[in-house]
């Protein structure tokens, strides 16, 4: 069972996939260089110019492009601690420096430490809902982080890769900001729209920087491929699906939320598709354990400074019992090797 790397448990759109099949008729032709007719059809979608929509070989592409299009300012660019380590490493290699803040006790994001580091910042980039710990900012929350960056003239960077899954009434997006400048929103189709494989994601908002980021990536014209620009397009008119998936995670996440509680282990609230489970000083011993004797691959969190945690994508309600089965074998394992 892949519960390791934050995949949709149900799938993709039965039509995303025909379209997909479809498309790999046309595959000696090249794709169209600006991601059409995707992006055009995510302006329509979302209300927005074209000149504020690139799209791109999923998100991690595009905070390539964001940290390409922003490097060369000798102001830092902040990122929340324990948090996805692609913004770092992209940020690094394109000659950023890095501020970080620490995260709130509970798991959420520190939004007046951000806001407080923006105030000498030239970027702030914050994953909302936050991977891994799943929690969300709320509409005021991001309100209040949208003016501080702009106040400070910081470039605020919103990366939305679990929006779709977050309860509206919890989580706060960027995208009612889209009107003024200074923001951009990153969105994929890697997790509520199950095209994970085959890599595409945009993003949305200054058109400043949306240019500056096209400019790079003509050095890389067919940066989308067909077939994914066919799938997404076919997802994004799938709406009826997509509101399954994330009814189906709501179910599986509350039942596995439940079930870790019963076997007395802690997890965060979680506005995503998994859940950060603490298992304690254990935690590599039984996340190995898990895989090597039942097949059921979670995630070690001790690389992004959570030791102790565990991340677990939710999978079908059904399998819930399954899991939670297997873990517990694995904890009274590691337990009887003290």
Known sequence: ??????????????????????????????????????????????GVPEQKVIVGNGVDEIIMLVALATSGNDKPTVLTAN???????????????VTTVPLATAGGIDVDGVCEAAAAASCVIVCNPHNPTGTALNSEQVKVLVEA????????????????????TRFGSGLPHLHGTGLVVL????????LAGLRCGYALGDENLIDAMTAIRTALPYNTNRVALAAAAAALADQDHLRTVVNDCAVARQVLSSRLATMGVHSLPSQTNFVLAHLGDDAPAIVERLAGKHKIHIRDMTGLGLAGWARISVPRTRDVPLLTSALSSAMAAADAHL
Do not use: Q
């Open 83 to 97: 948090t996805f380590a692609g913004y770092a490493a992209a940020l690094e290699i394109s000659g950023h420096a």
């Open 187 to 194: 969105r994929t189709f890697s997790k509520a729209y199950g």
């Open 149 to 168: 960056c702009h106040d400070a003239g910081a470039l605020l960077v919103l990366d939305e890769a679990y929006a779709e899954f977050a309860d509206a």
């Open 1 to 46: 069972m892949r519960l390791a790397l934050s995949e949709n448990a149900l799938g993709a759109s039965p039509n995303a996939l025909a379209a997909a099949h479809a498309e790999i008729e046309h595959t000696h032709w090249y794709p169209h260089s600006d991601g059409e007719p995707l992006r055009g059809l995510l302006a329509t979608h979302y």
